[in-house]
């Protein structure tokens, strides 16, 4: 299984921005890389159904997520199981009139990528260093108003 962590601050920005920006299906595109397509079924919460159409090391696929984790302004995540195990989670913590951001991305995808594991792990840390920093300025922007 490879885990990929990361912290940071977003300076002018509350912990609801942060919370109802990622757990907008609408904006999946704006700041994932890997997301081509991102479409939410459901009433917004646990047991929301996230379908992204995912583009990553030349291949196209679909995963099914599911919301597992919903603590309005404080905790997101997202779990899904086809075709492979993956997670992806962020906490948001007031620090003054700034949001500390705790996000991370955990995926177990067996042998569903032709390509080497140390291929497959510096690709992911790439993509989600990348991510990270599209995010952060997708936050950027909601500071700027």
Not at 3 to 14: I, K
Not at 38 to 53: F, K, P
Not at 107 to 116: L, N, Y
């Amino acid at each position: 299984m490879e885990r990929l962590e990361t912290s940071y601050v977003v300076p002018g920005v509350t912990p609801q921005q942060c919370f109802e920006y990622v757990g907008d299906a609408d904006n999946g595109t704006e700041w994932n890389s890997f997301a081509k397509e991102v479409i939410a079924h459901g009433e917004e919460g646990l047991g929301r159904i996230v379908e992204t159409r995912v583009g990553f090391v030349g291949i196209t696929f679909g995963i099914n997520g599911e919301v597992t984790t919903y603590e309005p302004y404080s905790r997101y995540g997202v779990t899904s199981t086809f075709p492979f195990h993956a997670e992806l989670g962020a906490t948001f913590t007031a620090q003054g009139s700034d949001t500390l951001v705790d996000s991370y991305f955990q995926i177990e995808p067996g042998k569903f990528f032709p390509v080497p594991k140390m291929v497959l792990r510096k690709a992911l840390k790439m993509q989600f260093d990348k991510d990270t920093r599209s995010l952060r300025a997708c936050f950027g922007q909601l500071a700027e108003g």
